[in-house]
């Protein structure tokens, strides 16, 4: 039998810290709807997702009512369009939006390119649609694939994709470059993936799968209250606890799902994703550890054991663990982050460092207008060169908010935050971005 | 047998549980366990219930219970016990 104080801790953390399931994302495959003609691939793209993913939605506010447990997105995410459709992808980003609005998810991820080697015509197309797509859909996410550790860094792919953050930035500059908040670039993209903007469906996944995504930094944070000045053995030990019983609720609502829509459980993604809410931070769980902001000397260390200790504990709460797994350092989503950027404490510079060590990357970071594409390219090029060398999935994903300069404040709302507009390095880097071709993969061997 | 959790909390008052229990009693809900408290006039009362008996959906459920939290102001909350087995129980 499951006692009182079990049962008012379970409450305590869905009520008072944020404890929620970030997301149910139901992948689906589109390569059956592949057609030379982009119109016909779009109406089977469209009835395709309309069919499968009907039940996604009451489904998943079944089970939130049921179990008590807040499930805030229900998203898709499909085959990497430019797998499916040669033509102009134009046509199928607006199914894309429109079957996502139909069947009333929060985002749909995969108007992807998977170009780490190098790209296909259909992915210059999708590429050079990025811009326009994501100015013109509201639902649509969109991800490209520049690096992996087994083919190094496509240089191409990295000048190109700062010249399209740049103009993405600028068709949506009503909105403070928001188009950017919906493009992420990566390094070594993982498959199963259930967050966004970086969602897609790989190709080595089945026709159709639930992934679930946990978070509640809040929970850890107040744990870690427990143990104020205790060593770190301590410290790791009670994030490894907090970690485990926030996953196994994320087990049991993708076990739930999967039954109630009779598609597989893919995976649970261990991570800690802030919200801009109060108490719902990752940043905020580093200063409980003792810094006084993060971005503190000691940030990186500290992060590292958080990513490491919440993996470890979440990992024995699941049958099958994949996606991003960690800690999430996304700027404009954590209260903590936004105040130590605004305060100066936390440079870009600081954030890369903390990149190496992180679940993802240098995530929703607002940087000047006038920030060139180059600049830009040479921001993703230093990530993606973590990612390959390091064997971890890495990305970029910031917006150059027209118009404003460093020290400025940028406004996506919801989710999405706020952020202070943060300085790039003005040293010039065009010639070596001019290069473009590939830098090799990386030797595994000879470690040090 | 699928288990639910019912937690009361509010300004103590009288018939709390006959009025929860009767609303139970009425969809065939059967209760396995209660525990009730009062702390400071504030009243907090759990109670571990049967659905099987029911033969309802669970929004019905709990939007029954819904009616007895606006006549009583109490907060009134259902979810399945499975959540807590998940997290506290391997």
């Known amino acids: 039998m499951i006692e009182t104080g079990e049962i008012l801790q379970t409450m305590r953390m869905i009520r008072e810290e944020n404890f929620d399931i970030r997301t149910i994302t139901l992948g689906i495959n589109l390569l059956d709807c592949s057609d030379p003609d982009a119109d016909r691939c779009a109406q089977r793209v469209y009835d395709k997702i309309c069919r499968i993913a009907k039940d996604l939605v009451k489904t998943g506010e079944n089970i939130e009512r049921e179990f008590g447990i807040p499930i805030v997105n229900k998203r898709i995410s499909v085959t990497p369009v430019s797998l499916i459709c040669q033509a102009d992808p134009r046509p199928i980003a607006r199914a894309l939006d429109r079957a996502a609005q139909e069947v009333g998810v929060n985002f749909l991820g995969g108007y992807s390119a998977l170009m780490h080697k190098g790209a296909t015509l259909a992915d210059e197309r999708l590429l050079a649609s990025i811009p326009e797509v994501l100015s013109e859909t509201k639902l649509l996410c969109s991800s490209v694939n520049v690096a992996s550790t087994r083919a190094g860094i496509n240089m191409n792919a990295v000048r190109e994709m700062g010249g399209i953050i740049k103009k993405t930035a600028e068709l949506t500059a009503d909105s403070d470059g928001l188009g950017c908040a919906k493009l992420v670039v990566f390094a070594n993209a993982v498959e199963d993936n259930p967050f966004m903007a970086g969602a897609f469906c790989g190709v080595g996944e089945p026709e159709c799968a639930i992934n679930v995504g946990v978070s509640g930094p809040g929970v850890v944070k107040r744990a870690l209250e427990e143990v104020r000045g205790e060593p770190f053995d301590i410290v790791a030990e009670t994030i490894k606890r907090t970690a485990f019983k926030i996953t196994r609720v994320g087990q049991l609502v993708a076990r739930e799902a999967s039954k109630r829509m009779n598609i597989p459980f893919g995976i649970v993604d261990l991570s800690l994703a802030p919200t801009p809410a109060r108490g719902d931070s990752v940043a905020h769980i580093l200063t409980e550890m003792g810094l006084e902001m993060a971005g503190a000397p000691g940030t990186t260390a500290a992060l590292a054991l958080l990513n490491d200790a919440v993996k470890k504990g979440g990992v024995m709460a699941s049958n099958h663990v994949g996606g991003l797994s960690g800690a999430f350092i996304p700027v404009s989503e954590d209260i903590g982050m936004i105040e130590a950027a605004a305060a100066g404490a936390l440079t870009l510079e600081k954030l890369e460092a903390m990149t190496c060590v992180c679940s993802v990357g240098l995530d929703m970071i607002a940087v000047p207008g006038d920030t060139s594409a180059a600049a830009i390219s040479g921001i993703i090029a230093d990530e993606a060169a973590i990612g390959m060398v390091n064997n971890k999935t890495t990305a970029v994903r910031v917006i150059p908010a027209p118009g404003k300069k460093a020290g400025d404040r940028v406004e996506f709302g919801g989710l999405l935050g706020f952020a202070p507009v943060m300085p790039v390095n003005p040293c010039a880097n065009d010639d070596f971005i001019s290069r473009g071709g590939r830098i090799p993969a990386p030797l595994h061997s000879l470690r040090n | ?90």
């Open chain 2, 1 to 90: 047998m699928t288990k639910a959790l019912i937690s009361v909390t509010g300004l103590d008052t009288t018939g709390i549980i006959a009025r929860v229990a009767t609303r139970l009693a009425e969809m065939n809900i059967n209760i396995l366990d209660i525990t009730q408290t009062i702390l400071g006039g504030y009243f907090t009362m759990m109670m571990v219930v049967d659905l099987d008996g029911a033969h309802m959906e669970f929004s019905a459920i709990d939007e029954a219970l819904q009616s007895v939290r606006d006549e009583m102001k109490m907060a009134i909350h259902i979810q399945r016990m499975d959540i807590f087995d998940a997290m506290h129980r391997i």
